[in-house]
């Protein structure tokens, strides 16, 4: 189980541009927290499988489309724990099952596959019959953990951080979960800055809002324009990045998070956005296991 005290592995990033600038760059390696139940999502899990446990719940339910790193490491954890868990996907089965769904199948995940017109983020009555003929005792996880519950979660991240007092932190964007968890717990001299992964995502102070049950939080800085053609999507100057990144500091990436993230804070950094003295943390947030979807030879890690 995790805590606030959780022993996390930082790297500092040092090069020429940086040393220039003054700026300690530090990467936090959520992603070598654990193999498959990586980076921010077992954070994200705490308080939902605290929940599972105090209640007495058997059965852990959630949601994801075929390449989500939430539903694998909700598997992988649950399985640890020896829960059971059930996994809806959005959209039919297909006929060659993505790794990762391999992935949570091997883990005892059952999977509900569910046509993208019954699929909302929240479960409805078609969904959960289909539940229940599986089981009645489950407790259910929105998709992505985007509740208050997987904020709380994700503030143990940056607890952990305080040691290394960053003026910035800096995460990846998906559900804005975990940039929600950041808000919560950073100190009123610290910037919180997301870098959203997904196309035109205009509606991060409503997502903020509902996550932080108020709007009166401090306001994170976002970074728009990297998501290199929206989620899940890769140009070759995002490959490029990431396979000179590999070789320069030996720190693998993913493609949909964590690539586009730092390649962001690295154009910002060059464009003398952070202000001399900084110290920047770039969370790591793991998701290695969705390069497996690039073809063969795309990375050289
Ligand atoms: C899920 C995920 C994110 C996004 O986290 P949210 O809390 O949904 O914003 C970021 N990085 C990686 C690697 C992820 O798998």
């Given at each position: 189980?995790?805590?606030?005290?959780?022993?996390?592995?930082?790297?500092?990033?040092?090069?020429?541009?940086?040393?220039?600038?003054?700026?300690?760059?530090?990467?936090?390696?959520?992603?070598?927290?654990?193999?498959?139940?990586?980076?921010?999502?077992?954070?994200?899990?705490?308080?939902?499988?605290?929940?599972?446990?105090?209640?007495?719940?058997?059965?852990?339910?959630?949601?994801?489309?075929?390449?989500?790193?939430?539903?694998?490491?909700?598997?992988?954890?649950?399985?640890?724990?020896?829960?059971?868990?059930?996994?809806?996907?959005?959209?039919?089965?297909?006929?060659?099952?993505?790794?990762?769904?391999?992935?949570?199948?091997?883990?005892?995940?059952?999977?509900?596959?569910?046509?993208?017109?019954?699929?909302?983020?929240?479960?409805?009555?078609?969904?959960?019959?289909?539940?229940?003929?599986?089981?009645?005792?489950?407790?259910?996880?929105?998709?992505?953990?985007?509740?208050?519950?997987?904020?709380?979660?994700?503030?143990?991240?940056?607890?952990?951080?305080?040691?290394?007092?960053p003026?910035h932190i800096c995460?990846?964007?998906?559900?804005?979960?975990?940039?929600?968890?950041l808000?919560?717990?950073?100190?009123?001299?610290?910037?919180v800055?997301?870098?959203?992964?997904?196309?035109?995502?205009?509606?991060?102070?409503?997502?903020?809002?509902?996550?932080?049950?108020?709007?009166?939080?401090?306001?994170?800085?976002?970074?728009?324009?990297?998501?290199?053609?929206?989620?899940?999507?890769?140009?070759?100057?995002?490959?490029?990045?990431?396979?000179?990144?590999?070789?320069?500091?030996?720190?693998?990436?993913?493609?949909?998070?964590?690539?586009?993230?730092?390649?962001?804070?690295?154009?910002?950094?060059?464009?003398?956005?952070?202000?001399?003295?900084?110290?920047?943390a770039?969370?790591?947030?793991?998701?290695?296991?969705?390069?497996?979807?690039?073809?063969?030879?795309?990375?050289?890690?």
């Amino acid at each position: 189980m995790i805590d606030n005290n959780i022993d996390i592995k930082i790297d500092e990033i040092k090069a020429a541009f940086l040393n220039e600038r003054d700026i300690k760059l530090l990467a936090v390696r959520l992603d070598l927290i654990h193999p498959v139940i990586s980076g921010n999502k077992l954070f994200k899990l705490y308080y939902f499988i605290d929940d599972a446990i105090k209640l007495n719940k058997n059965t852990v339910v959630t949601m994801g489309g075929a390449y989500s790193n939430h539903l694998v490491a909700t598997a992988c954890y649950t399985k640890q724990l020896n829960l059971n868990s059930i996994g809806i996907i959005r959209g039919e089965e297909p006929k060659n099952t993505s790794a990762t769904l391999k992935q949570c199948s091997e883990f005892g995940m059952k999977l509900i596959f569910v046509p993208r017109i019954d699929y909302q983020i929240e479960l409805n009555e078609v969904i959960i019959q289909k539940i229940n003929k599986i089981s009645t005792n489950y407790i259910f996880i929105p998709e992505g953990g985007y509740d208050s519950k997987g904020a709380a979660g994700a503030s143990i991240i940056m607890n952990n951080l305080q040691a290394l007092n960053p003026s910035h932190i800096c995460t990846a964007i998906g559900t804005a979960t975990t940039l929600a968890g950041l808000i919560k717990s950073a100190s009123p001299n610290q910037k919180v800055i997301g870098v959203p992964v997904i196309k035109g995502m205009t509606d991060i102070d409503e997502r903020l809002t509902y996550l932080l049950g108020s709007n009166h939080y401090e306001p994170p800085i976002i970074f728009n324009h990297f998501d290199f053609g929206g989620y899940a999507r890769h140009t070759n100057e995002l490959i490029n990045f990431m396979n000179d990144f590999y070789g320069n500091f030996n720190i693998p990436l993913d493609f949909v998070y964590t690539g586009k993230m730092f390649y962001a804070i690295f154009d910002k950094i060059k464009n003398n956005f952070f202000p001399k003295g900084s110290t920047i943390a770039l969370l790591h947030t793991g998701g290695l296991q969705g390069n497996q979807s690039l073809p063969m030879n795309t990375l050289i890690f």
